[in-house]
């Protein structure tokens, strides 16, 4: 069975920073493309950043020289560091897997940025 868990997030000031982890079970890690999706109320999910097994990594534009995406096979842990965050940045942060032909998604953690 696979599992993908979230954790830390929650509210946070404009420019502050917080850090997302995402821990995996049930699939071979090492092998699998990790990435933070995002969604805001009325939005479209949108891909955030993802990292591969050679850890070569993507991020959207609007995130880019802010957030850190980064992988750890022994933990099967993918973390997301999240620097000067605004309040676009708000949103529910999904984690993604893709293991060979398979997606897996985790729950979710909620993200909000707000004085």
């Known amino acids: 069975q696979v599992q993908l868990v979230e954790s830390g997030g929650g509210l946070v000031q404009p420019g502050g920073s917080l850090r997302l982890s995402c821990e995996a079970s049930g699939i071979v890690f090492r092998f699998a493309v990790m990435g933070w999706y995002r969604q805001a109320p009325g939005k479209q999910r949108e891909l955030v950043a993802d990292i591969n097994s050679v850890s070569s990594t993507y991020y959207a534009e609007s995130v880019k020289g802010r957030f850190t995406i980064s992988r750890d096979n022994p933990t099967k842990t993918v973390s997301l560091q999240m620097n000067n965050l605004k309040s676009e940045d708000t949103a529910i942060y999904y984690c993604?897997?893709?293991?060979?032909?398979?997606?897996?998604w985790g729950r979710g953690t909620q993200v909000t940025v707000s004085s």
């Open positions: 993604k897997a893709r293991a060979g032909i398979d997606t897996y």
